[in-house]
């Protein structure tokens, strides 16, 4: 090895000379290391990414409620109606969506633990899923992992709902454009596509379910009020209510997309989203050059100190 030698101050081609003149230890050391770090990237199963993009629908009625809930709000606060808008409340569809009663209820329906804690890679030639042994055993159907009190060997719909958000699920909303995209990630192209357009799916029914006993709730009430009411002035206004509501609850019952309106489904994605391997081959071959360079230079510098010692 070639020492480089000892002085107060060490010029950048004292340093580029000295790469050069061990550039063959330190070619073996960056290739072995590049070569740990492909073999890792080649091993790794392929995931797959499907999105949906998504816009919150606008009541037809969205004026018609403004104006009513400027002159009768304090009244229908009372009937426990709501007059700024049903589907088109952006702000309560996202908290719906996100919330963990909403997503395990929707992990316990298309009984996904099994997808999201035991599946490790994805078949495309059988489209079947490979399981991790030591946590599901797809023979048996029973759970084996192994982890401490108090969580036991099937995961718990709370635990599932944890895991999804913080490793397959992202929902992102732009205030600008009032656009919603949900995203899902997986070894299965298959179950992405399937996860995201159900989800959708799913918020609108429980939206629209939300929004019509809401409305059922709050006529039912108006028209109590109207019956022990004699003032004519309030009748009417009871009435208007009566009949937003109505309106409301008709347009629950006869549009689908309800609360979200797809703007580009979810579709069954050809390309892998992960891993990077050539990202990954490239991060090897840049940190296997700057290890070797320390470790030699390291060495260089142990072996100077020890030779002065003596």
Known sequence: MQRINSTDEISLGDIFKAIWNNKTPIFILTSIIAMLFIVYAIMLPNKYQSKVITLPTESEDVGGLSSLANQFGGLASIAGMNLNGGAGN?????????SKAFLMEF????????????VNSWSHETGEYLFDKDVYDATAKKWMREVDFP????????????????????????????????????????????????????????????????????VKYLNKMVDKTKISGLREVFFSLIEQEEKKRMLANIQDEYALEVLDPALIPEEKSSPKR????????ILGFLFSTFLLFF????????SVEK
């Not at 952006?90 to 996100?98: N, V, W």
């Not at 060495?299 to 020890?306: G, H, L, T, V």
């Open 278 to 285: 050539a990202a990954i081959a490239a991060s090897g071959i």
């Open 107 to 118: 992990i316990d329906k298309y009984e996904l633990k099994v997808p999201l804690f035991a």
């Open 90 to 98: 952006i702000t309560k569809t996202l908290e719906i969506l996100k």
């Open 151 to 218: 969580r036991v060997a099937e995961p718990s719909l709370l635990e599932a709902y944890h895991k999804m958000t913080s490793e397959y699920l992202t929902i992102s909303h732009d205030p600008k454009t009032n656009i919603v995209e949900i995203t899902f990630t997986h070894y299965s192209p298959v179950l992405a596509q399937h996860v995201v357009t159900n989800l959708v799916q799913e918020l609108n029914v429980r939206i629209r379910k939300i929004d019509v006993e809401s409305a059922e709730k709050s």
């Open 299 to 306: 060495i260089n510098w142990f072996r100077q100190n020890i």
